[in-house]
């Protein structure tokens, strides 16, 4: 671990009393009372001034700075985290992908927890029943967009399979000057106005000569009809790019020697953004998925959601300077960071990727469907031959991309493809294979449909058409096993999250389906997960691009606790 950047942190002043003989929390913090074998922490939520490649902003913090503090925890351990609310309006904090009681898991409005009020304070107890990389952020109107986001480590109570001479987090995230307010009420007036690479006349005359006079034409009407723009592929541009914090003048930077092993926990805690990750020439090698050990699976690139988290291992052997490039997939920018062996070096920059186009058959129409009513987007009357559950062709989801990009001229069509350079390979939901058996063989007994819904033009996203608490939530009995079909209706990507349980991703493995709290359900397809139900609460269940969950792109999954056996 580098205490390098982060100057010397509060764990490390822990870490240096442990060494030093010091034991427990109360020698650092003397008159604060001691909770024998509790590891404690307190995070002030303040008003903040941040710097970004030298231009200051204002922010919401967490312990003084964004991100929050790198939250450094063991498994098996029980924290207690004292908050502390020190803005004009209520606060939240939420451990994103942690195993916990309803309570703590900081959601307003769910599971009894409410928002922590101006001036008040709240102690989160978690007992650690997990290791890996995880995050925490606000869960309370905008707040997250406006700093309030940090990791979170768990080291393993048992030894770690991944080994690393270096083990660094990269929290990426999006950063704006606007205020999300602000940015919702502008998206709700038109849900092109942040969209700036709408298609021009001189682009039609490109497909023209592509595709034919008729098939661009119609491809156009299509669009019209639906009022959104082929290049929606995210509705909110204008962001700027970080890594830790970090701009691209900043240049968030690691040191390594050639030779080591290095472990990235690379964390997408932006709000709006989804992102193509590489490090030109270094392959990565995939350890872990939102926080879940996986069989190592060896890749140029791969795409992350928002809430996603991947680990990799990288084995710089060179003495040079690389790049990771974080590409937004509408291409509006880059966020970067350097590893190298030296100070003051850094790698090449290359070009953006052109921005991928989304077409007709993103929603997996083909040919004439003239009577369709795309104002509703029925999904019945969709074409369903690549939908069928039963023979869903799994290595053609989510983050299905060939290994070459197929030979066209102009920009990448459709959402699979990233525009991978020849002969590289970009990481599939497919290669997930989880680094233990899935322990439950059991078939779902229950399959509950969610169709990902959305009225654009009015900025209304929805679930199974109904706005967050005006439909039914989704209630399922303790343990009971059952399946998720996420059914995408709309043009955009959304990364559906899970709160307060793991589920399997049915990704074509058998027995190895990767744990997962994220699933990206690409446009007009769909994903489906399996989970038992084994953890009592009300759970939120939400796109995680923060303006689809603030439009209404939420739902309560309700596992009922379990039933007491009745007393003889
Ligand atoms: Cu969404």
């Known amino acids: 671990m580098s205490i390098k950047q982060a100057g010397l942190s509060r764990r490390?002043?822990?870490?240096?009393?442990?060494?030093?003989?010091?034991?427990?929390?109360?020698?650092?913090?003397?008159?604060?009372?001691?909770?024998?074998?509790?590891?404690?922490?307190?995070?002030?939520?303040?008003?903040?001034?941040?710097?970004?490649?030298?231009?200051?902003?204002?922010?919401?913090?967490?312990?003084?700075?964004?991100?929050?503090?790198?939250?450094?925890?063991?498994?098996?351990?029980?924290?207690?985290?004292?908050?502390?609310?020190?803005?004009?309006?209520p606060t939240s904090i939420h451990w994103h992908g942690l195993l916990l009681e309803g309570v703590m898991d900081g959601a307003p409005g769910f599971n009894a927890y409410s928002a922590i009020g101006p001036g008040e304070s709240f102690t989160y107890r978690i007992k650690l029943r997990q290791s890996g990389t995880y995050w925490?952020?606000?869960?309370?109107?905008?707040?997250?967009?406006?700093?309030?986001?940090?990791?979170?480590?768990?080291?393993?109570?048992?030894?770690?399979?991944?080994k690393a001479d270096r083990d660094h987090v990269l929290l990426l995230s999006d950063h704006t000057a606007d205020h999300p307010d602000h940015i919702l009420r502008k998206l709700k007036v038109s849900e092109g106005y942040y969209n700036r690479g709408k298609r021009t006349l001189s682009d039609l005359s490109a497909d023209i000569d592509r595709?034919?006079?008729?098939?661009?034409?119609?491809?156009?009407?299509?669009?019209?009809?639906?009022?959104?723009?082929?290049?929606?592929?995210?509705?909110?541009?204008?962001?700027?790019?970080?890594?830790?914090?970090?701009?691209?003048?900043?240049?968030?930077?690691?040191?390594?020697?050639?030779?080591?092993?290095?472990?990235?926990?690379?964390?997408?805690?932006?709000?709006m953004s989804i992102f193509d990750v590489a490090i030109p020439g270094l392959a990565m090698i995939v350890v872990a998925a939102d926080g879940q050990n996986v069989l190592p699976v060896k890749?140029?690139?791969?795409?992350?959601?928002?809430?996603e988290t991947y680990d990799v291992i990288v084995l710089p052997t060179e003495d040079r300077a690389y790049t990771l490039m974080a590409e937004p997939i509408d291409r509006s920018g880059y966020a970067r960071a350097t590893l190298a062996p030296r100070e003051g070096m850094q790698g090449e920059i290359?070009?953006?990727?052109?921005?991928?186009?989304?077409?007709?058959?993103?929603?997996?129409?083909?040919?004439?469907?003239g009577g369709m009513d795309h104002g509703s987007m029925d999904h019945s009357t969709m074409d369903h031959g690549a939908m069928d559950h039963s023979s869903?062709?799994?290595?053609?989801?989510?983050?299905?991309?060939?290994?070459?990009?197929?030979?066209?001229?102009?920009?990448?069509?459709?959402?699979?493809?990233?525009g991978t350079p020849p002969g590289k390979r970009a990481l599939r939901y497919a290669d997930l294979k989880a680094f233990s058996r899935n322990p439950e063989a059991t078939v779902p007994t229950t399959e509950i449909i969610l169709r990902l819904t959305g009225i654009m033009e009015r900025y209304i996203w929805t679930l199974n058409g109904h706005k967050f608490d005006h439909g039914d939530p989704i209630r399922v009995r303790y343990g009971e096993r059952v399946r998720l079909r996420f059914i995408n209706t709309t043009m955009m990507a959304h990364p559906m999250h899970l709160h307060g349980m793991f589920f399997e991703l049915e990704n074509g493995q058998t027995d190895r389906?990767?744990?997962?709290?994220?699933?990206?359900?690409?446009?007009?397809?769909?994903?489906?997960?399996?989970?038992?139900?084994?953890?009592?609460?009300?759970?939120?269940?939400?796109?995680?691009?923060l303006f689809h969950m603030n439009a209404g792109m939420m739902t309560r999954f309700i596992?009922?606790?379990p039933a007491t056996p009745a007393r003889s």
Not at 218 to 237: Q, Y
Not at 299 to 307: P, S
């Open 12 to 89: 490390d002043a822990l870490k240096l009393a442990s060494a030093a003989g010091l034991a427990g929390v109360a020698m650092v913090y003397p008159g604060r009372r001691a909770f024998a074998g509790l590891k404690e922490t307190t995070l002030l939520v303040t008003e903040n001034r941040i710097t970004i490649d030298g231009d200051s902003f204002p922010a919401i913090t967490m312990g003084g700075g964004v991100p929050g503090p790198t939250l450094y925890w063991r498994e098996g351990e029980e924290v207690l985290v004292h908050v502390e609310n020190r803005l004009s309006e």
């Open 211 to 271: 595709d034919g006079l008729a098939a661009a034409w119609k491809d156009r009407r299509d669009w019209g009809d639906m009022r959104m723009d082929p290049t929606d592929l995210a509705d909110v541009t204008g962001y700027r790019f970080l890594v830790n914090g970090k701009g691209i003048a900043d240049n968030w930077t690691t040191l390594f020697k050639p030779g080591e092993r290095l472990r990235l926990r690379i964390i997408n805690g932006s709000a």
């Open 513 to 545: 389906m990767p744990r997962k709290h994220v699933v990206i359900v690409p446009p007009g397809k769909e994903a489906s997960v399996v989970l038992t139900a084994n953890e009592p609460g009300d759970w939120p269940l939400h796109c995680h691009l």
């Open 136 to 162: 925490y952020h606000s869960h309370s109107g905008g707040q997250e967009q406006r700093g309030m986001y940090g990791a979170i480590v768990i080291a393993p109570a048992t030894p770690d399979p991944v």
């Open 350 to 369: 290359p070009p953006l990727r052109p921005r991928t186009l989304l077409t007709m058959a993103d929603m997996g129409m083909h040919g004439d469907h």
């Open 299 to 307: 890749v140029d690139e791969f795409r992350i959601g928002v809430g």
């Open 392 to 418: 869903m062709d799994h290595a053609a989801m989510g983050h299905a991309m060939p290994m070459t990009p197929a030979a066209q001229e102009g920009p990448p069509r459709g959402w699979e493809q990233a």
């Open 559 to 561: 596992v009922d606790p």
